[in-house]
């Protein structure tokens, strides 16, 4: 029988199969919350004060929360943040090249994908389309694209060092003819039910379509596209939904589920934008609060920021910090780093500690190998924006921004039981 974990690990492959795009995804978290109860909102209308679960979605970011029974202007929130984006390919504008009879699509590197990890695979296009009317339109394609790789009779030396040129290698095809005679955007205007002349701009990106599975000789291991950062969306929206019931007057649970982390974060829907800022102000506003009061609250307010992190590669034990070696299995992760590219300190930590305890699940903690300079996370940017105490965590992975990530099955089950524990204050 399968344990709550493989059961987990399953719903999130659902969950990542739904979200080939940060527009789906933040699209499939409401469609979700909306069944557990939740009423989904348009920033444009005015908000309800009244206890309840409510979200509300701004392009490719989904923001939800839980309004208990007795709240007040001095309430404080609980926020897990997350991205609902992942290292990729952006669909570029005049979209539709090739040579020598094949048809090409033009594709922009986003963020820091394994370029190789990507090829000989069948891919598909996601995203929106919006018309001249303004309307957007959710699209994604079956298989259609794929990276082939130059054989290896033509490339003797290719297993001495693969050297991928971004502008000149990495072109997918998707048919054969003459460019002049295909339209690759007209093909996804079909597909979503548009007139392809109606199309005034789009944000579309490439997703691999080979379906999540757990494997292993005991089913350990769960592999997947897209994990970081899914794997942390699919837990806070898990977490919140049980959360709709339970919830006590102690705090307003919160998920913050931004776009564009992989490229910054500099939007109006990424974690250096205002999109969280004016939720809580405006969760605030309908509770009575004040602006000294709303700070008040922030002051004993939590932020974590759940993100994936590494697990030791067994390949490359140098790579890794000699002491703190996580391994999958072995729980969520503690992000830990001097420089504040993690916002952990010494309270966050013992939070953390007190969390996984009250949730009988273990963690690690993950700091850096001094020599090799570790990404950063939502977690300093929200902290420095808005002065919440932040700790960053995430599930461990091996083959971080692969197009196929690999997770273990039990630590994004753990994740939700944290966060869990966490929402409920």
């Known amino acids: 029988m399968p ?12 969950f990542v199969m739904a979200s080939p795009s940060s527009f ?23 908000w309800p004060a009244a206890p309840g679960g409510y979200a509300v ?31 990729s390919f952006k669909l570029k504008p005049k979209p539709t090249t090739g040579a020598h009879g094949w048809l ?29 009317d303004g309307a957007e339109h959710l699209v994604a394609s079956g298989p259609l694209l794929r990276f082939p790789q130059l054989a290896i009779h033509l490339d003797r030396a290719v297993n001495d060092g693969l050297t991928l040129d971004r502008q000149r290698h990495m072109n997918p095809v998707w048919g054969l003819g003459n460019p002049a005679g295909a339209d690759l955007l007209g093909v996804l205007a079909e597909l979503a039910g548009v007139d392809p002349g109606e199309v005034g701009g789009y944000d579309l990106v490439v997703a691999d379509t080979q379906e999540p599975a757990v494997f292993g000789s005991e089913g350990e291991f769960f592999a997947s596209g897209r994990l970081d950062n899914l794997s942390s969306v699919h837990a806070g929206v898990t977490a919140l939904v049980r959360a709709l019931d339970g919830a006590r007057e102690t705090a307003i649970p919160v998920l913050a589920a931004f776009d564009h982390e992989e490229v910054g974060s500099s939007a109006r829907s990424g974690a250096c ?6 939720v809580l102000a405006r969760i605030g506003d309908v509770l009575g609060a004040t602006a000294t009061e ?8 939590w932020h974590v920021s759940a993100d994936a992190g590494h697990a030791i590669h067994p390949n490359y034990p140098e790579k890794h910090d000699p002491a703190n070696r996580p391994v999958l299995n072995g ?24 969390l996984c305890a009250e949730a009988e699940v ?64």
Request: proline fraction near 6%; include cysteine; charge should be neutral.
């Open 24 to 46: 789906h995804a933040a699209r499939e978290g409401a469609r979700r919350l909306e069944e557990g109860g939740f009423r989904v909102l348009s920033e444009a209308d005015e």
């Open 273 to 278: 934008g205002p999109f969280l800022e004016d």
């Open 3 to 14: 344990t709550a974990a493989h059961l987990h690990a399953l719903d999130l492959g659902r």
């Open 362 to 425: 273990p963690y690690q903690e993950f700091v850096s190998n001094n020599d090799v300079p570790c990404g950063s996370t939502i977690g300093p940017l929200t902290a420095t924006r808005l002065g919440i105490r932040t700790v960053d965590v995430g599930v461990p992975l091996l083959s971080m921004h692969s197009a196929r990530e690999l997770a273990g099955v039990q630590d994004p089950w753990r994740l939700a039981l944290v966060a869990e524990r966490f929402f409920a204050g």
């Open 331 to 354: 729980g969520p992760l503690l992000k830990i780093n001097a420089q504040q590219r993690y916002a952990t300190d010494a309270a966050g930590a013992a939070l953390w500690a007190r």
């Open 57 to 87: 979605v701004r392009d490719g970011a989904l923001i939800a929360w839980v309004i208990p029974d007795g709240t007040g202007p001095l309430t404080p929130f609980r926020i897990l943040g997350a991205h609902t984006d992942s290292p």
């Open 294 to 301: 709303r700070r008040r609250a922030f002051a004993a307010s």
């Open 104 to 132: 090409q699509a033009g594709v922009e590197v986003y963020g820091g994908p394994m370029l190789n990890s990507w090829l000989d695979r069948e891919l598909r296009l996601a995203g929106r389309l919006v018309t001249v």
